[in-house]
């Protein structure tokens, strides 16, 4: 029998992406370096290994972290929905809020956000199930911040950044940021109008992304074909968002990517874990249009963005960093 999965025999390649080791990274090997630099201005996703000692305790709380997302996914919607925020950084999102996949659907995603700066607060806005997990919210938190820092770190010397504009520079501990830990269930119970999760390319800096199961795809900057992101035990993905693309003069590059249904969608729920860091919310940057813009206002604009048609997403680059559209029409899931 084979081994293959049917993502492998489908018609669409598997992307090829660079894999980094955490703890090289950590002690800033100069190849390791290297080879990040090589992932950031290629594809700008890549895979992390955490299977080192510096990285293992953050491969542990990630288990931990699917069964109480299951603790609290399963709960009935009317409890779910007490946890609703009404905003982007906080908080339980339902299925349906933002554009789907598959044109003129909407999204087939739940989502609980923790925001670093509440959870370092003990903020009593923090829903119960996180009240319940202080420690390992605190601790996947942490681990997650400090492998994206680090890379945040080992980018300001490659770029040789001026001490003033290095990238930690502009993701102070003290400042305000939509730094947010998001975490996804995609339900098992298809319907046709909610359908997976939306071409996009992230908002922020950095996301370190977790998920065991198949589904997540990325557009190849070289063939502009989709390709399936194959999900690796012992390692996190990690891709750079508008943010840093803009923070770094578009010397980095961002990735689109999106979510599909899979052979498996209709059985099972699907589970990711999204770390997303963020710059200060006071920074500013260009963008796409030339204009300067804050960090906080772009990801205001873009979370709108996402909310909206698939029509009027066309009439702007935001959904996609100022990236263009027109080698994208036409590709359906
Ligand atoms: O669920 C996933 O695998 C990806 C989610 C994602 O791209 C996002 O939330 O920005
Ligand atoms: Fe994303």
Redesign the pocket.
């Known amino acids: 029998m084979s081994q293959l999965s049917p993502q492998e025999q489908s018609n669409l390649k598997v992307a090829h992406l660079e894999t980094i080791d955490f703890s090289k990274l950590l002690a800033h090997e100069e190849a390791e370096v290297s080879k990040l630099m090589s992932a950031c201005t290629t594809a700008g996703f890549f895979y992390v290994d955490l299977q080192g000692q510096s990285g293992r305790g953050l491969l542990e709380d990630e288990e931990n972290m699917y069964k109480t997302m299951s603790e609290f996914f399963d709960q009935p919607l009317d409890v779910k929905m007490k946890e609703d925020r009404g905003t982007h950084k906080h908080g339980y999102k339902p299925p349906g809020v933002f554009a789907g996949v598959k044109t003129n659907s909407r999204d087939n995603?739940e989502?609980l956000k923790v925001a670093r700066d509440e959870m370092g607060a003990k903020s009593p806005l923090l829903p119960s199930v996180i009240k319940q997990h202080p420690r390992l919210f605190d601790d996947f938190i942490s681990k997650a911040h400090l492998v994206t820092m680090t890379i945040m770190h080992c980018l300001s010397n490659a770029l040789h950044v001026d001490a003033t504009n290095r990238f930690e520079q502009h993701h102070r501990d003290e400042a305000d940021s939509n730094t947010t830990l998001?975490l996804?269930r995609?339900p098992k119970d298809v319907s046709s109008t909610c359908v997976g999760?939306n071409q996009?390319t992230?908002i922020g800096s950095l996301?370190l992304?977790f998920?065991k199961q198949w589904?997540?795809q990325i557009l190849s900057p070289e063939t502009q074909q989709w390709e399936w992101?194959a999900p690796r035990p012992g390692h996190a993905?990690i891709n750079v968002g508008d943010s840093l693309r803009f923070l770094a003069g578009k010397k980095l590059a961002s990735c689109m990517?999106?979510?599909v249904p899979t052979s498996e969608t209709a059985a099972d729920h699907?589970y990711?874990i999204?770390y997303?860091l963020r710059p200060e919310n006071d920074i500013e940057y260009e963008d796409p249009e030339g204009h300067a813009i804050s960090a906080k206002q772009w990801h205001d604009d873009k979370y709108k963005t996402f909310a909206d048609s698939h029509e009027k997403q066309a009439k702007n680059k935001i959904l996609l960093g100022g990236m263009d559209h027109a080698t994208r029409v036409g590709i359906t899931v």
């Open positions: 995603y989502t998001v996804l995609y999760h996009h992230d996301t992304l998920s589904g997540l992101v993905i990517h999106r979510v699907r990711s999204a997303f």
